[in-house]
């Protein structure tokens, strides 16, 4: 079952903040977050793994809350370049021959206007 | 440079033509998977490799077929192809080895069936 993503579309102006949600009913072992750019492959940003860690890329921040089976990604004083639909992956197991496979929500698309 | 290539990046069939999309990858990787992608729904996963001649289901297999001969290439196959298979596909790669099993995608095919 897919992971539900919130909200579905957000617009900012540049500089201001916003926050993606991705919540999953399975237990999870990882989330992973992609950003794909109009016209273009999605792109890797960061991964959080069971335990509760928050990561950084850039401007970019994540948490995983894995009792709640969430994840949030953190986008402050947003760029241009931060346009885009954000997917969150998530995985289930550690192990076995699907542990590289994910299961992507239905995405957000983020609009920064100068 | 890490690449991701699908033979098309635009494809028009009639429906109940055979249609091949071919992927290839240049890193060595053990995975390759095939997605949809549509509006709305996110990223779908249609089949999953985890080595040549290995296959699993993904989440919408169903009208769908796969082959890995060789480890660089992963070819979809729609045996029929039908008007609701119109959609964009998405290839991509991952390594075994790592923490992240980021995930690496080609560019696409848009696929329309008339």
């Known amino acids: 079952q897919q992971p539900v993503q919130s909200p579905q579309a957000v617009i900012l102006r540049e500089g201001e903040d916003a926050v993606i949600n991705c919540s999953s009913s399975?237990?999870?072992?990882?989330v992973h977050w992609y950003r794909q750019k109009h016209g273009e492959a999605p792109v890797f940003l960061m991964i959080l793994l069971k335990g509760g860690e928050q990561k950084g890329h850039d401007k970019i921040s994540a948490s995983f809350n894995e009792k709640k089976q969430q994840s949030s990604l953190y986008l402050t004083a947003s760029q241009l370049s931060y346009s885009g639909t954000y997917f969150c992956g998530t995985r289930a197991n550690a192990g076995g021959t699907s542990y590289g496979k994910l299961t992507f929500g239905q995405g957000t698309i983020l609009t920064v206007h100068p | 440079d890490v690449k991701v290539t699908q033979s098309s990046r635009y494809l028009v069939k009639r429906t109940g033509e055979k249609v091949f999309l071919e992927c290839v990858q240049d890193m060595d990787h053990e995975n390759m998977f095939w997605y949809r992608q549509d509006p709305g729904l996110g990223l779908r996963l249609i089949y999953f490799s985890y080595d040549v001649k290995m296959k699993e289901k993904g989440d919408i297999p169903e009208g769908y077929s796969v082959s890995r001969e060789k480890k660089e290439r992963f070819s979809l196959i729609l045996e029929s192809a039908s008007t609701n298979q119109t959609s964009m596909y998405l290839c991509?790669?991952?390594?075994?080895?790592?923490?992240?099993?980021?995930?690496?995608f080609g560019p696409g095919t848009r696929l329309t069936v008339t």
């Open positions: 991509a790669s991952s390594s075994l080895g790592g923490v992240s099993y980021e995930q690496y």
């Open positions: 399975k237990a999870l072992y990882s």
